[in-house]
């Protein structure tokens, strides 16, 4: 069975602050934890070396450019993400990575980015939308929120 939307934590990669502010706001007004939100995809893959979540959010173009090594690192985690970009992708373009993966088109509804991050979830199977599976003392740790606008 996989995680349940009410009990994942998801982690925001987002380059604009009112859009974090409004994503954060709402995924916690439907159950999500919020992990970390950062700018930066060298402050997220920093995070990811010590910290887990169980799905992302994931813009294409964070303050340090393409966010597709983030997403490398996500998939080498195990860590299901949907993209949410104004950006479309393009093959010849983008970087293969985001070719796995939804993408949801800014600006959005909110009901939208909750629907993709559950299917996200549901996609995942159990071992990816469970962090115990991976770090089975990730839940007894107090970890503090890591925000980052680097």
Same mark, same amino acid.
């Given at each position: ?29 439907? #159950? ?8 930066? #995809? ?9 910290? !887990? ?11 340090? #450019? ?11 985690? #195990? ?20 070719? !796995?993966? !939804? ?5 959005s509804c909110p009901d939208e980015v909750?629907?993709?991050? !559950? ?16 770090n089975p003392d990730q ?12």
């Amino acid at each position: 069975m996989t995680k349940k939307l009410e009990l994942a934590s998801v982690l925001i990669l987002e380059n604009e602050e009112l859009i974090v502010l409004d994503v954060e706001n709402y995924l916690q007004l439907t #159950g999500y934890d919020i992990a970390g939100s950062f700018s930066s #995809g060298a402050a997220a893959i920093e995070w990811l070396k010590a910290h !887990r979540a169980d799905v992302a959010l994931l813009d294409i173009m964070l303050r340090d #450019g393409e966010s597709a090594k983030v997403a490398r690192a996500l998939e080498q985690c #195990g860590i299901p993400f949907v993209v949410h970009s104004t950006h479309t992708y393009e093959a010849d373009v983008h970087d293969p990575v985001f070719s !796995r993966t !939804r993408w949801i088109s800014k600006p959005s509804c909110p009901d939208e980015v909750i629907a993709a991050l !559950r299917y996200a979830l549901y996609q995942s199977g159990p071992e990816a939308a469970d962090t115990a599976d991976h770090n089975p003392d990730q839940r007894e740790q107090d970890v503090p929120r890591a925000s980052q606008q680097a």
